[in-house]
Every structure is written in C-alpha cells, then in structure tokens.
C-alpha cells in the first residue's frame, strides 16, 4: 500500500513569509508525528497527533510553528514569519497504534521529507 | 548531555569488515530501543528493534544493557549497500504521552570495495 507521503518536496521562501507543509499518514494509522533535521544533525522531534488531538506539543520550537491534524488523516504543519534557522527538513512519521501501547512502541515510518530553504 | 549519544564516524571500512556501532542513553525509563538506517538524503526507515535478549537478523546482530544504558549493533561481511547513517533510536519514557522516539545524531558507515 501507499505510504506516507508530504508535500511540497521543496520550498523556497524569503524570510517573513508563512509556509504550510503537509503530510498524508498511511491510512489507518492513528499517530502522526512530526520532526525536523538540521543539515548534518539528528532528528529533533515537534509535535505528536493521536487521532486529531496533540498530546505533546513539547517540541515544537517557538509560536511560530503551529500544527493541526483533521479527520484523524492529514496533517499540516505551519510556519509563520519563517526565520533562516528554520531552514531544515521537515519529516513526518506515522504509527498504526498509540507510541507505548502495549510492551512495545510501534514502528514509526517515515514520509521522504519538506527540503524547506529559508533565503 | 544529549538523551542518545552515538559516535558520528565516519566508519570506513573495507567490503567484507565487521564493523560495531555503539550508543548510550541517559533516560532510565525508557523502554523501546531500535536501530534506523538512513540514506544520504532519503527519509530513516527501520533496521531493526532492539530487544533485551539480544537480537539478530542476517547479518545484523542488536544487544541492549540496560545496566549500562547502552546498545549496540553488529555488522557482519559489510556490503557497499550498507553504506548508509545509522541512527539509534529510544523511546523517551514519557509518561505524558506514552513512548515518544528520541533519535541519536546518527553514525556513519561508509564501506569501500
């Protein structure tokens, strides 16, 4: 089947604008996460979904970002008045099952990423 | 100190090598360990999940301490495929709101003919 997918593959914008980036989860899959990778850095994690609702919000690094999932599918994360250091990748994960339950976390699969460049 | 710390490398090592890769993680509480593999520009997928008897799967071999909340992963008869940036990856414990994943920086393994 189909698996995660985002869009746009690339986004240039100029510093100040607002970007909006999507990800579509592999159907049925109830958790959603996003995360971001600096150039040369490792994943820093942003925000989870479970259904539509985010119980962790922790990593999300300022007011600018904001996110928001509806019907329990698509996600998009928002970037307002977007800064240099904004520039990364931005990467969406998605997991049949709530992280924890049961003995195990559930595997996550990853979607191939937003290259967001910020001039 | 960093929640998952791995060694960045790069390895490089010669095709047919065996080569280990180490991590540490500083949260007692977590319960899930894995190891991602990450090609050069290209999203992480799962290796493997890290299980405390040890696990192995072809010519990968995973061990887990948790004494010394430390993980390791074995690469038997490396391939030129298997150059790619290993993650380890943790759950963070996190009570709030189950398991979340913490990744590592990442170590690369770069395998030469």
């Known amino acids: 089947g189909a698996g995660v997918s985002q869009s746009p593959s690339n986004k240039v914008t100029e510093k100040g604008k607002d970007v909006e980036l999507r990800c579509d989860p592999i159907?049925?899959?109830?958790?959603l996460y996003w995360y971001r990778q600096s150039l040369g850095q490792g994943l820093e994690f942003l925000i989870y979904f479970q259904g539509n609702s985010a119980p962790d919000k922790s990593g999300l690094p300022s007011d600018r970002f904001s996110a928001e999932r509806t019907g329990g599918s698509v996600s998009t994360l928002t970037i307002q008045r977007t800064q240099q250091e904004d520039s990364a990748v931005y990467l969406c994960?998605?997991?049949?099952?709530?992280?924890?339950?049961?003995?195990?976390?559930?595997?996550?699969?990853f979607g191939p990423g937003t290259r967001l460049t910020v001039l | 100190r960093k929640e998952v710390e791995q060694d960045p490398g790069p390895f490089n090592v010669p095709e047919g090598a065996t080569v280990a890769f180490n991590c540490t993680y500083s949260?007692?509480?977590?319960?899930?360990f894995f190891w991602y593999r990450q090609d050069c520009r290209k999203e992480p997928k799962l290796l493997m999940s890290v299980y405390s008897s040890g696990n192995e799967d072809g010519r990968f071999t995973a061990q887990l301490n948790r004494a010394s909340q430390y993980i390791s992963l074995l690469i038997r008869d490396s391939k030129l495929s298997d150059s790619a940036t290993y993650l380890c990856v943790v759950s963070r414990g996190n009570n709030n709101a189950g398991n979340m994943l913490t990744f590592g920086g990442g170590t690369r393994l770069m395998v030469k003919p």
């Open positions: 159907s049925g899959h109830t958790a």
């Open positions: 994960a998605s997991s049949k099952v709530r992280p924890g339950q049961g003995s195990r976390t559930d595997t996550q699969y």
């Open positions: 949260n007692s509480a977590s319960q899930s």
